[in-house]
Nanobody
Framework: QVQLVEAGGGLVQAGGSLRLSCAAS????????MGWFRQAPGKERDFIAG????????YYADSVKGRFTISRDNAKNTVYLEMNSLKPEDTAVYYC???????????????WGQGTQVTVSS
């Protein structure tokens, strides 16, 4: 069992930056791949970024590639999402998730956080 708690969301102007964190409980965090997803009102929950259990492999959606960076610190049981050059279309609730592989498919993830709101003003 893994419990995930996101933090770091908020209101930021376009062009600004935010750093999200996702703290995990349990001693098995380092065995899970992690993913970040986001969901805007009335839209599907979309894959943003994924990272392997070791941190050696990362994956990004085209919409955020070059602007967002996923990383993890297994000693702290935490995964991060550094978001730069934010745009109004990045506004959404952001979720972290834990699973066996860092897939783009949300149904492959076993555990989810409660989400944190990110709002980018123009």
């Amino acid at each position: 069992q893994v419990q995930l708690v996101e933090a770091g969301g908020g209101l930021v102007q376009a062009g600004g930056s935010l750093r999200l964190s996702c703290a995990a409980s349990g001693r098995t965090f380092s065995t899970y791949a992690m993913g970040w997803f986001r969901q805007a009102p009335g839209k599907e929950r979309d894959f943003i970024a994924g990272i392997s259990w070791s941190g050696d492999n990362t994956y990004y959606a085209d919409s955020v590639k070059g602007r967002f960076t996923i990383s993890r610190d297994n000693a702290k049981n935490t995964v991060y999402l550094e978001m730069n050059s934010l745009k109004p279309e990045d506004t959404a609730v952001y979720y972290c998730a834990a699973g066996a592989i860092p897939t783009r498919q949300r149904h492959e993830y076993d555990y989810w956080g409660q989400g944190t709101q990110v709002t980018v003003s123009s």
